[in-house]
């Protein structure tokens, strides 16, 4: 696994002299250096995995510097790009710029002014937040553009719609976003969109006046009306009833509630976070979403990546858990941290309940915990054998369901060759490739680090 710590460098150039010499420049640097022969590649490269950086040269065979930057920018990628060419123009600095490069330099470089170039376009585009994103753990790839976009977003008035599978924090971006705000003195109210009935919904967002409904004894204020000057976030906003959505629609379109049982419009001055975990494209192609809702809420996305996709956060998550835990229990009680067994069994799980999960599991082994520091033991059980595999097993058993034949290898080249094998079939997917070879995920990850196959 690569660390998080070092950039990812992407080098496009059919010049395999630059490539390599550059290259080899920049990974004595620290960097985590990739590379493409031609613009076709590189644009595989970028579409298959993410860069902190990309050296792009003008000039190739074939497709130009500036159609691949085009094509980049083209599909919302906002990687940075430093253009290089051996035939410099005004015309082509001008044009590189203007599709979105974020610098040009002449070749033969100068390897100082190079590194130089580098650096401050990396520091550039490093997100610059405040307190209010010190909750929000994660220094890999895929959380920096998180953060960098949250960076951007958060100072304007912008509608926000935060993308994620369940249990990926995305609470905890809105409240980043609102405590990062020209808004952060006033109030951040958030409601879960599916815990209530349209009605109670309706009630609970706008308010109610006295007698509306039964029940309804006084007037009351709705939640938008409590956030006002400040952030509502709309959690679960997919599953929302058609009518509710065309009353949000409304809250957006004039910045006007009406409270249940009332005819009187009231002004609100609100910015709206909103999040789902759906398919809000596909709902609005099938007719469960409207489409001016959505194109409403998705002024300004942001994508919150499963844990799966960062496993390299998984250790500062980790101790993050073992902080808050630290925080609420007695000095005898405290955790020191986790052994580096422990942090290697976290890392390759896939963590289909994401964040909170591992929150969850990292919490449990701090109560069961008889020592300073978290072993593989105090891990729950279903995570050390992999995600329902020992339930799966007992079921078929009692059945009489026959299981994956063990595979047992006298010849420890043979389990190797199997191992790579099943991993293949599996497209990488260390779960599938275990159950395929009859073992556990343990098992399978304790003879990955003896094989030396743990960046398969």
Not at 141 to 155: D, F, K, W, Y
Request: aromatic share 4%; with cysteine.
């Amino acid at each position: 696994m690569r660390t998080a710590e070092k950039p990812r460098i992407l080098i496009i150039d059919d010049d395999r002299a630059f490539r390599v010499g550059t290259g080899a420049l920049l990974a004595d640097e620290g960097y985590d250096v990739d590379a493409a022969p031609g613009a076709d590649s590189g644009l595989e490269k970028l579409r298959a995995d993410r860069y902190d950086m990309v050296l792009l040269d003008l000039k190739m065979e074939g497709r130009t510097g500036l159609s691949v930057l085009e094509e980049v920018r083209g599909s919302g990628n906002d990687v940075p790009v430093l253009m290089l060419t051996g035939f410099a123009t005004v015309d082509s600095a001008v044009q590189a710029l203007k599709l979105g490069a974020d610098d040009y330099l002449t070749k033969p470089c100068d390897n100082a002014l190079l590194r130089s170039k580098i650096r401050a376009i990396l520091a550039r585009r490093e997100p610059v937040l405040g307190e209010g994103a010190a909750r929000l753990v994660g220094n890999g790839p895929r959380m920096r553009e998180v953060l960098r976009s949250l960076a951007r977003v958060a100072p304007t008035e912008s509608t926000v719609l935060v993308r994620g599978a369940t249990g990926t924090g995305k609470e905890l971006i809105a409240r980043a976003i609102h405590d990062e705000s020209p808004r952060r003195n006033r109030a951040f109210v958030a409601v879960n969109c599916s815990a209530l009935s349209e009605g109670l919904l309706e009630s609970e967002l706008f308010g109610h006046a006295r007698g509306s409904f039964t029940g309804a004894v006084q007037d009351r204020k709705g939640l938008f009306e409590e956030a006002n000057g400040g952030t509502i976030f709309l959690d679960e906003i997919g599953d929302v009833s058609p009518g509710m959505q065309s009353k949000l629609l409304r809250v957006l379109q004039e910045r006007e509630v009406v409270r249940v049982g009332t005819a009187r419009p009231l002004t609100v001055d609100v910015r709206v976070v909103a999040a789902t975990h759906q398919d809000l494209e596909a709902m609005v192609e099938e007719g469960r979403f409207r489409a001016d809702l959505y194109f409403r809420l998705k002024v300004f996305q942001i994508r919150v990546p499963e844990l799966r996709e960062r496993p390299e956060d998984i250790p500062g998550l980790a101790a993050a858990a073992i902080s808050r835990w630290n925080e609420r229990v007695e000095p005898s009680r405290r955790i020191a941290g986790l052994s580096d067994e422990t942090v290697a069994l976290l890392t390759a799980f896939d963590w289909p309940g994401n964040v909170r999960e591992l929150m969850a599991a990292v919490e449990h082994a701090c109560i069961v915990c008889d020592g300073t520091r978290i072993l593989p033991c105090h891990i729950p059980e279903e995570i050390r054998e992999g995600p329902g595999e020992a339930r799966r097993s007992a079921s078929a058993e009692a059945k009489g369901v026959e299981q994956p034949r063990r595979y047992q290898a006298k010849d420890p080249g043979a389990e190797r060759e199997a191992i790579v094998a099943a991993l293949e079939d599996a497209a990488g997917n260390r779960t599938k490739a275990a159950a395929s070879l009859g073992m556990g995920r343990t098992t399978l990850w304790q003879k990955l680090k003896e094989y030396g196959l743990e960046s398969i």
